[in-house]
């Protein structure tokens, strides 16, 4: 069976968007404190030029039975977001976030506006042994840290889902 010119060209064209669309595929982490309930989102870069396993953002809500929606956001290209390898990632609140940000916000005991940085680990790694058992698991377990300005810290164990889209 031949095809046409035409027809070869709108294949070539149909493969390209398919597969295209797969590689752009989007990915991060939820995660949920045990004791807080708070919820912890990270979402990875999808354009290949900023590098997909790179994180974008970090978005951090209250529990699912108050009112509280989001308490703050953290993000990769402001610089209050930082990938420190293997499933570890580090929001710093800043001096001009602690200026705008509400008393009312709390996190963990403590007031947003007192904490130096909050630390998400997954401890998960897209390269190791063990990456594809991860990327098949329902749930990961992780570790919360409530860092404070003045010092000391809070931990907490989270219930961890990786995050997947095309």
Do not use: W
């Amino acid at each position: 069976m031949k095809l046409s010119a035409t027809a070869f060209v709108r294949s070539i064209g149909f493969l390209g968007i398919t597969f295209g669309s797969i590689a752009a595929q989007a990915d991060g982490f939820r995660c949920t404190g045990d004791q807080t309930g708070i919820h912890i989102q990270v979402y990875n870069h999808t354009a290949a030029s900023e590098g997909t396993r790179t994180p974008a953002i970090m978005i951090i809500s209250g529990p699912t039975d108050t009112a509280t929606k989001t308490i703050a956001t953290f993000n990769k290209d402001e610089g209050t977001l930082l990938y420190q390898g293997y499933g570890n990632y580090r929001a710093t609140i800043t001096d001009e976030m602690r200026d705008g940000i509400d008393g009312t916000k709390a996190i963990a005991g403590s007031q947003l506006k007192d904490l130096e940085t909050i630390t998400l680990d997954t401890n998960f790694s897209y390269s190791s042994h063990d990456a594809q058992e991860a990327r098949d698991a329902d749930h990961l377990k992780g570790v919360i840290s409530y860092n404070r300005k003045a010092g000391g810290a809070q931990t907490e164990n989270a219930n961890c889902k990786r995050y997947t889209k095309n």
